[in-house]
């Protein structure tokens, strides 16, 4: 083989890790900075009540088949117990996963950094999975597209339970 084509070779090779490389570090790049959508970075996470919040309120608006407040509709944790009562406002769109970014952030490790969305879309709200390593579930039934969320429905990612009130 000719010196000149090894040389091209080993330029065309050398190129094609360079492109590797750039491609694993936007990859992770991506998972470390959380979601891109400006409206998602200027939101403040609605979190109200907490894990040692018991009062009695908190409880009532749990319950399924309670009508809730006027207004978007809300998340309320279920499960684990250390979660259970905290609320979480959906508004036009809301994120769950691990990364900083995301408006529910969850310390499981059964939750992928962008594990999914609950986001407002004519006049319904939908979920959907961002491509999660072990899934989301509406009602115990596997979210594989955009899926109609109503009150009362229970969305599950990793090991937290939430509920739609």
């Known amino acids: 083989m000719?010196?000149?084509?090894?040389?091209?070779?080993k330029f065309c090779l050398l190129v094609l890790l360079y492109l590797f490389f750039l491609r694993?570090?936007?990859a992770v790049w991506a998972e470390v900075n959380g979601p891109r959508s400006p409206r998602a970075r200027n939101r403040v996470p609605a979190t109200t009540g907490g894990a040692a919040s018991g009062s009695p309120a908190t409880r009532r608006s749990a319950t399924p088949g309670r009508k809730s407040k006027d207004g978007p509709p809300r998340l309320i944790?279920?499960?684990?117990?250390?979660?259970r009562g905290r609320e979480?406002?959906?508004g036009e769109e809301i994120t769950v996963g691990r990364a900083a970014g995301c408006q529910i952030t969850l310390d499981d490790t059964y939750v992928s950094q962008l594990h999914a969305r609950v986001y407002a879309r004519e006049g319904q709200y939908w979920v959907e999975d961002l491509?999660?390593?072990n899934g989301t579930y509406?009602?115990?039934q596997k979210v594989s597209s955009s899926m109609v969320v109503r009150k009362g429905d229970h969305l599950q990612v990793g090991s937290v339970v939430l509920e739609v009130v």
Do not use: D, H, K, W
């Open 131 to 133: 491509g999660s390593t």
């Open 138 to 140: 509406l009602n115990r």
């Open 77 to 83: 944790a279920l499960e684990p117990a250390e979660l």
């Open 24 to 26: 694993v570090l936007r």
């Open 88 to 90: 979480y406002s959906i």
């Open 2 to 9: 000719p010196p000149q084509l090894l040389t091209l070779l």
